[in-house]
């Protein structure tokens, strides 16, 4: 059998091997590979100014863990904030400006009582400073530890702001999507992707076991 003809038979046994390993690739990474899918349809759209709610509501507010109040919390951005400047390391420090006061009436419009045990809630802004979020009260809520928390929360905006600063989405739809429910976006998360965020963004949240 010279050179040619065993590179051929070579090339078919590599492509019989294939097709029958290709389907049991499918079948034992279909819940990965669905979830992709569901994440690329998600964060679909263009760029432009993010739609959100108006804040309706600034008493009596409950949670809808793992969510906010919509009606006090809908979210907010500050409207000259472009992809350049918050893709810059540090960005978030030189715009977080939250005296405790606004913390205060923030946990009082929920009705939680503050100051609160050291990790069991964390001011949160719905749509993270990293992702062109505001200090305004519409954008900030007591986010709880339990599970779904916010240290899940904090994946979430670290995996948004990095796609967003690749040029893999918009903005504005990262914006608009983990205000109106970022457990879709974290849900649909791999695995393997959230290893990867939690080893990359420790904070003092991170809980052992996980």
Not at 32 to 43: G, N, R, V
Request: proline fraction near 4%; charged fraction near 25%; include cysteine.
């Amino acid at each position: 059998m010279n050179k040619l003809s065993k590179n051929i038979l070579l090339g078919v046994l590599c492509l019989a091997l294939l097709a029958v390993l290709y389907p049991i690739y499918l079948e034992t990474h279909k819940e990965e590979i669905l979830k992709e899918h569901l994440l690329i349809a998600l964060l679909e759209g263009e760029e432009g100014l993010a739609y959100l709610r108006d804040r309706t509501q600034e008493s009596d507010c409950q949670t809808q863990d793992p969510l906010p109040d919509k009606d006090c919390t809908p979210g907010d951005v500050f409207e000259d904030a472009t992809k350049e400047e918050i893709c810059v390391k540090g960005y978030s420090a030189t715009v977080r400006n939250v005296p405790e006061i606004l913390r205060e009436k923030v946990f009082a419009e929920y009705g939680i009582e503050h100051p609160v045990s050291f990790g069991s809630y964390e001011l949160d802004h719905l749509i993270p400073l990293a992702l062109g979020g505001s200090n305004d009260i519409s954008n900030l809520w007591p986010k709880s530890s339990q599970y779904p928390g916010f240290y899940e929360k904090n994946i979430t905006g670290n995996y948004l702001h990095e796609e967003v600063c690749k040029g893999n989405i918009a903005l504005s739809v990262a914006q608009e999507r983990i205000a109106d429910n970022w457990t879709l976006i974290y849900n649909n998360l791999s695995e393997a992707k959230i290893r990867e965020l939690k080893a990359k963004y420790k904070n003092w949240a991170d809980r052992k076991g996980e």
